[in-house]
């Protein structure tokens, strides 16, 4: 009897123990983004869209009891200030996950430096070297909440060559930024497998190139159906602006940085472009969240918003069922199954950490305005 009463209160011990480990003080969540580098117009919304969802949390009681406090370092799009800021989260800061940022070569670059800290990185970065060791073995601690560049640029090849029966495409891309060259791998990919499609010009170009408008005149002697442009909003809004100035009128095919507020800034020689979008703004899901943070600061809650919102809402989740300490995060993480987000539903791949069949929208902008065409999931890909 004695016996039994021993270990009952062994037991209990050992519960309020691990009870007060993770109810203690408030969970804290790292957030890695370029708030003020080339590429902040990405990073400042998902840390903008992040915090909103810690605001409403911590505003309806927290995570079982406790507040969250979201802790942010600016990248400055830079790699060596991104590791260290990295470092610092994991070690000084203690945090229990990191929402990681939209940029390649930032998560090719903090990959590797996540074998040796168990913290888990939920990141939007999507070249698959972020996420997948050479050996084809996934990173433990990185995961993909968006599909990934081969699944994205599959995505756009099948809606132009399938829906829109585009034949001939020219490519235009950055070759020093792995964003740019993974999503063409993933076109590239898809288009080899359509029968009667071809890409017929590839025109790299320099980080530092600005004037396109040669390169371009190459692409319009060539007489295709479509340009692929997978580059970053800043280049990307030259390029569309350059292609019209020497006459192309044809379509531009794009990536996220196409969504809104590309056609804003580029004015209306963006009429044409057709791009891939994580939200659909019309929704009715979405449409509360963008008016409250219109009337809040006077911006627009862009598609980046939505993947900070998302992911730490599910984190959230997950330290709701299994507590604030990083490898338990991590394993929920790794075995996430159907969350309904507003970016869709998300199922996490333990072999790739990377989504499964997570849809995106297919948009075209007419008259400066974005127009829905289609949801669309990435076929299997190579």
């Given at each position: 009897?004695?016996?039994?009463?021993?270990?009952?209160?062994?037991?209990?011990?050992?519960?309020?123990?691990?009870?007060?480990?993770?109810?203690?003080?408030?969970?804290?969540?790292?957030?890695?983004?370029?708030?003020?580098?080339?590429?902040?117009?990405?990073?400042?919304?998902?840390?903008?869209?992040?915090?909103?969802?810690?605001?409403?949390?911590?505003?309806?009681?927290?995570?079982?009891?406790?507040?969250?406090?979201?802790?942010?370092?600016?990248?400055?799009?830079?790699?060596?200030?991104?590791?260290?800021?990295?470092?610092?989260?994991?070690?000084?800061?203690?945090?229990?996950?990191?929402?990681?940022?939209?940029v390649a070569n930032i998560g090719i670059a903090i990959a590797p430096l996540s074998e040796q800290y168990d913290v888990p990185v939920l990141g939007f970065f999507v070249d698959n070297r972020a996420t997948i060791k050479q050996d084809g073995k996934p990173y433990k601690n990185m995961f993909l909440f968006q599909p990934s560049a081969d699944q994205q640029g599959a995505i756009m090849a099948s809606y132009a060559a399938l829906e829109r029966k585009y034949k001939s495409f020219a490519v235009i891309y950055n070759q020093g930024n792995a964003y740019s060259v993974s999503l063409l791998n993933g076109f590239k990919s898809t288009?080899?497998?359509?029968?009667?499609?071809?890409?017929?010009?590839?025109?790299?170009?320099?980080?530092?190139?600005?004037?396109?408008?040669?390169?371009?005149?190459?692409?319009?002697?060539?007489?295709?159906?479509?340009?692929?442009?997978?580059?970053?909003?800043?280049?990307?809004?030259?390029?569309?602006?350059?292609?019209?100035?020497?006459?192309?009128?044809?379509?531009?095919?794009?990536?996220?940085?196409?969504?809104?507020?590309?056609?804003?800034?580029?004015?209306?020689?963006?009429?044409?472009?057709?791009?891939?979008?994580?939200?659909?703004?019309?929704?009715?899901?979405?449409?509360?969240?963008?008016?409250?943070?219109?009337?809040?600061?006077?911006?627009?809650?862009?598609?980046?918003?939505?993947?900070?919102?998302?992911?730490?809402?599910?984190?959230?989740?997950?330290?709701?069922?299994?507590?604030?300490?990083?490898?338990?995060?991590?394993?929920?993480?790794?075995?996430?199954?159907?969350?309904?987000?507003?970016?869709?539903?998300?199922?996490?791949?333990?072999?790739?950490?990377?989504?499964?069949?997570?849809?995106?929208?297919?948009?075209?902008?007419?008259?400066?305005?974005?127009?829905?065409?289609?949801?669309?999931?990435?076929?299997?890909?190579?």
């Amino acid at each position: 009897m004695k016996k039994t009463i021993a270990v009952l209160l062994m037991v209990t011990a050992l519960a309020l123990s691990a009870s007060a480990a993770t109810t203690g003080g408030d969970i804290l969540i790292g957030c890695l983004q370029d708030v003020t580098g080339p590429t902040s117009t990405l990073g400042k919304m998902i840390k903008e869209g992040a915090q909103w969802a810690v605001d409403a949390i911590n505003k309806n009681g927290g995570v079982s009891g406790r507040q969250v406090r979201m802790i942010t370092y600016d990248t400055k799009g830079d790699v060596q200030e991104a590791i260290n800021a990295f470092k610092r989260l994991c070690t000084s800061d203690k945090v229990s996950a990191i929402i990681g940022p939209p940029v390649a070569n930032i998560g090719i670059a903090i990959a590797p430096l996540s074998e040796q800290y168990d913290v888990p990185v939920l990141g939007f970065f999507v070249d698959n070297r972020a996420t997948i060791k050479q050996d084809g073995k996934p990173y433990k601690n990185m995961f993909l909440f968006q599909p990934s560049a081969d699944q994205q640029g599959a995505i756009m090849a099948s809606y132009a060559a399938l829906e829109r029966k585009y034949k001939s495409f020219a490519v235009i891309y950055n070759q020093g930024n792995a964003y740019s060259v993974s999503l063409l791998n993933g076109f590239k990919s898809t288009i080899d497998d359509i029968p009667g499609t071809s890409i017929a010009i590839e025109v790299p170009y320099q980080p530092a190139d600005k004037d396109f408008k040669t390169m371009l005149s190459k692409i319009r002697t060539a007489k295709v159906d479509a340009i692929f442009a997978p580059n970053y909003t800043q280049e990307l809004i030259l390029i569309v602006q350059q292609a019209r100035a020497i006459g192309f009128t044809g379509p531009l095919i794009c990536g996220l940085d196409a969504c809104p507020p590309f056609a804003t800034l580029c004015g209306p020689e963006a009429d044409g472009v057709l791009y891939i979008n994580n939200i659909l703004e019309t929704d009715p899901d979405t449409q509360p969240i963008i008016k409250a943070y219109k009337e809040k600061t006077g911006s627009i809650a862009t598609n980046k918003f939505f993947l900070g919102y998302d992911v730490m809402n599910i984190l959230a989740k997950v330290v709701g069922q299994v507590g604030d300490s990083p490898a338990a995060v991590r394993d929920a993480v790794e075995n996430l199954n159907k969350y309904e987000g507003l970016t869709g539903v998300i199922t996490i791949n333990p072999k790739t950490h990377q989504t499964i069949g997570l849809e995106m929208v297919m948009e075209e902008i007419k008259n400066g305005q974005p127009v829905f065409l289609k949801r669309y999931t990435a076929p299997k890909v190579k």
